[in-house]
């Protein structure tokens, strides 16, 4: 899960405040939002705005993840002629003179009233968020406008009576007959008497129509914001992404290992067999060479029987080094372009040159003996391949040293024996033999 910045609690309201403006689209003068309603009245000319439900949407919408993550955010919103500049942070419902708290248990329950503040008497109001805010804001329940709606009654429960608009009376300047002028009377308005049209002076119709002030709007959510649940099932996906992971990741273990122990169980075997075959093949090496000597030292025809049994070794070293490659193939899973190098491209060099290749041999079997192989890189081409130094701890290249060591020492003893019978010949002669 996300890590959220407080201890979520569902059952409480979470309150935000708002201090929004906009401009008259009549007049050009600001224009105050004060409560939450798609249709405004313009404090200076009268006139009335509408506010778009999008843009309410989207600054509610603003202030319910505010009040979630506890942080402010203020700049404007909408375009064109419409544009609204907002402040929206966390805050409980407050009086805007005395900042006594408004935040009480009438309050919390969401039905319209009118309040009063308990620290000066200040008037305010509270209601239900519209229908057309919860369609879209699920979370939202409360209302609490600092600046009461006209004609609201102070009173428990919902408005029961319309209040008395204020009433102004003056005379008319042309006939001097008693006028009675009222909020919703025009600035031009008739005569009753001589019908003359008068026009209201500016004291009257400021105290009839007081401009209003940037006075805060507070909303009260309940529940998750839409940020709270899209981060939670973020959260979620990553949680299952996670899991599905390091199940996919114990999965491809298990494989390894069985993968593992399988080779582990072939490279044993093939172990086995590669030391087998190479006991065979010093058998059948030591065999030819006694063989060969035995009949050069007869002085018998037997070049052809040499010769065969020469071609037997050699058919014999190449099998036998096709077994003691295979521990070495499985422990490294190098593949053959490595193993060429690491045993095959000596083979040749020990059979046809006596005495370099049977250095080269031995030098090979020694490293095979070690079991350690450094970092290498082998270029085919115009691509190369990048091999890490390898260590074999389980013997794998025993029976390949042994099997080199053995190319190393006894295959020239044979080979002189099969090209120069004469000199075999001649040194077992000087030997003390019964």
């Known amino acids: 899960m996300a890590d959220f910045p407080d201890t979520f609690d569902p059952g409480q309201l979470r309150w935000g405040r708002m201090i929004l403006r906009s401009t008259c689209s009549s007049c050009g003068q600001p224009l105050p939002l004060t409560i939450l309603s798609e249709t405004i009245h313009c404090p200076y000319c009268q006139a009335t705005e509408t506010i778009d439900r999008q843009l309410w949407w989207q ?144 004291e009257i119709w400021r105290r009839l129509h007081p401009l209003k002030k940037m006075l805060p709007l507070f909303l009260g959510f309940k529940g998750k914001s839409a940020w709270r649940q899209e981060q939670e099932a973020d959260a979620a996906k990553r949680d299952a992404e996670r899991a599905r992971q390091e199940k996919e990741k114990a999965a491809a273990t298990a494989i390894r290992d069985a993968e593992r122990k399988e080779l582990a169980a072939k490279s044993v075997r093939s172990k086995s067999l590669a030391w087998r075959v190479v006991l065979v093949h010093l058998v059948l090496l030591l065999g030819s060479i006694a063989t060969t000597w035995l009949t050069a030292a007869s002085g018998g025809p037997g070049t052809g029987l040499m010769v065969l049994g020469g071609i037997i070794v050699v058919l014999s070293t190449l099998v036998t080094c096709a077994f ?34 049977s250095i080269m041999a031995l030098v090979r079997g020694i490293l ?67």
């Not at 190098?341 to 020990?350: I, M, N, R």
């Not at 970092?375 to 099997?403: M, Q």
């Open 59 to 202: 600054l509610v919408g603003m202030l319910d993840a505010l009040t979630d993550r506890h942080e402010h955010a203020e700049g404007t919103l909408g375009e064109g002629a419409r544009q609204i500049v907002y402040q929206l942070d966390p805050a409980p419902p407050a009086c805007e003179k005395c900042g006594a708290s408004l935040a009480d248990e009438a309050v919390d329950a969401g039905y319209a009233r009118d309040l009063r503040c308990p620290g000066c008497g200040d008037p305010a109001g509270v209601a239900p968020a519209p229908d057309w805010i919860l369609d879209r804001i699920a979370p939202a329940r409360t209302v609490v406008s600092a600046d009461p709606p006209p004609g609201s009654s102070i009173g428990d429960g919902a408005p029961t009576s319309t209040a008395s608009p204020q009433l102004v009376a003056m005379a008319c300047p042309r006939c001097g007959g008693g006028l009675e002028i009222t909020e919703t009377s025009g600035r031009l308005f008739q005569c009753n008497f001589c019908s003359v049209d008068v026009y209201l002076p500016d």
């Open 324 to 357: 003691v490659t295979r521990p070495i193939a499985l422990a490294t899973g190098y593949p053959g372009e490595w193993q060429l190098f690491a045993t095959w491209f000596w083979v040749p060099f020990a059979l046809v040159m006596p005495v370099v290749g």
């Open 368 to 434: 095979l003996a070690r079991g350690k192989f450094g970092s290498s890189t082998i270029t085919s081409g115009s691509s190369s391949a990048s091999y890490d130094a390898v260590v074999l701890e389980h013997g794998e290249s025993l029976p390949a040293a042994l099997f080199f060591l053995a190319l190393a020492l006894l295959w020239p003893v044979l080979l002189i024996a099969v090209l120069t019978p004469e000199d075999a010949a001649r040194f077992l002669s000087r030997l003390p033999l019964p």
